[in-house]
T-cell receptor, first 111, second 115 residues
Framework: LAKTTQPISMDSYEGQEVNITCSHN???????ITWYQQFPSQGPRFIIQ???TKVTNEVASLFIPADRKSSTLSLPRVSLSDTAVYYC????????????FGSGTRLLVRP | GAGVSQSPSNKVTEKGKDVELRCDPI?????LYWYRQSLGQGLEFLIY????????KSGLPSDRFSAERTGGSVSTLTIQRTQQEDSAVYLC?????????????FGSGTQLSVL
């Protein structure tokens, strides 16, 4: 299982770009990197997923270096509603079905 | 339904009673996961189903916990002789494996309070 390490918390201000990095040194060849967002009293919500290089969707970008030992979730121009816990999850169905979440990063966006 | 449905949304029980938590996954999703989340904490993996089978039950915290899935759809998590430390949010997720990696879709959870 690829263990993940993320900062416990981050602070930002509205309109800023936020980058959250996740370390996963023992990522396996078949593993994908997935990020989830969780608001209080809700289940986590899928944000973005990638295998290598860069992936971008309507809400975020995911940067993965060539060695894949880390990944960075980039949230452009955050708003107060982006205050949440962000989880990095590394795994694949064929490597392990125990998709184990790390501790997550608690992002606080201030006005 | 459109998403993963869990019931009840809240359950208050007395210590020593049994409880059943239900999860209705998204139609067509063959994989189903149960997680537990204590207040302010991360997600603790409990069990995974592929179809009706659970390959590994070692994530369940104790033998008071059991889970089953029938017809490749609805799953039930049962906690016998509940203890106060069982109080938590129990989250269910189903997943779709397609091009790319696995994506989990979570329900809103069942908030269990053991008095």
């Amino acid at each position: 299982l690829a263990k993940t390490t993320q900062p416990i918390s981050m602070d930002s201000y509205e309109g800023q770009e936020v980058n959250i990095t996740c370390s996963h040194n023992n990522i396996a060849t078949n593993d994908y990197i997935t990020w989830y967002q969780q608001f209080p009293s809700q289940g986590p919500r899928f944000i973005i997923q990638g295998y290598k290089t860069k992936v971008t969707n309507e809400v975020a970008s995911l940067f993965i270096p060539a060695d894949r030992k880390s990944s960075t979730l980039s949230l452009p121009r955050v708003s107060l509603s982006d205050t949440a816990v962000y989880y990095c999850l590394v795994g694949a169905r064929d490597s392990s079905y125990k998709l184990i979440f790390g501790s997550g990063t608690r992002l606080l966006v201030r006005p | 339904g459109a998403g993963v449905s869990q019931s009840p949304s809240n359950k208050v029980t007395e210590k020593g009673k049994d409880v059943e938590l239900r999860c209705d996954p998204i139609s067509g999703h063959t994989a189903l996961y149960w997680y537990r989340q204590s207040l302010g904490q991360g997600l603790e993996f409990l069990i995974y189903f592929q179809g009706n089978s659970a390959p590994d039950k070692s994530g369940l915290p104790s033998d008071r916990f059991s889970a089953e899935r029938t017809g490749g759809s609805v799953s039930t998590l049962t906690i016998q002789r509940t203890q106060q430390e069982d109080s938590a949010v129990y989250l269910c997720a189903s997943s779709l494996v397609g091009i790319g990696g696995e994506k989990l879709f979570f329900g809103s959870g069942t908030q269990l309070s053991v008095l």
